[in-house]
């Protein structure tokens, strides 16, 4: 059985990168979701969660990023260029059951990769 960690290349983790993501990356949302996407700067698809205060308190914020990592690691199977994406949760995925959260991740995340699809083939 192959490790379920999220490694350091799996992940946006410095400012900069963040910046670019939110300066040249498309925002797509959904029900409980914002994506913003942007052709990813290493050959795999990267994540970055952005959960603010806003969200709830730190236990609460912890749970979301759990689910959107866990979510987001079975993503890895499909094919296709590789893209830098920066989650932000909405409140309301607290209150969803864990399938209709990742059918909407899903969704939303097709939606999105379909338009950093071309940038990244020019």
């Known amino acids: 059985m192959p490790p379920h960690r999220f490694t350091r ?68 199977t499909e094919p296709g260029p590789s893209v830098d994406v920066v989650v932000i949760p909405r409140r309301e995925l607290f209150d969803a059951p864990y399938a209709d959260l990742e059918r909407d991740f899903r969704a939303v995340w097709r939606r999105g990769r379909a338009r950093v699809r071309p940038a990244h083939a020019g």
């Open 9 to 76: 290349t799996q992940r946006v983790r410095r400012r900069g990168e963040f910046q670019r993501v939110f300066d040249s990356g498309w925002k797509v949302s959904s029900r409980f979701f914002t994506l913003v996407l942007a052709p990813g700067a290493t050959p795999t698809p990267r994540l970055g969660i952005v959960a603010s205060r806003k969200l709830g308190d730190a236990v609460r914020r912890n749970r979301a990023k759990r689910l959107i990592r866990e979510i987001f690691r079975h993503l890895e």
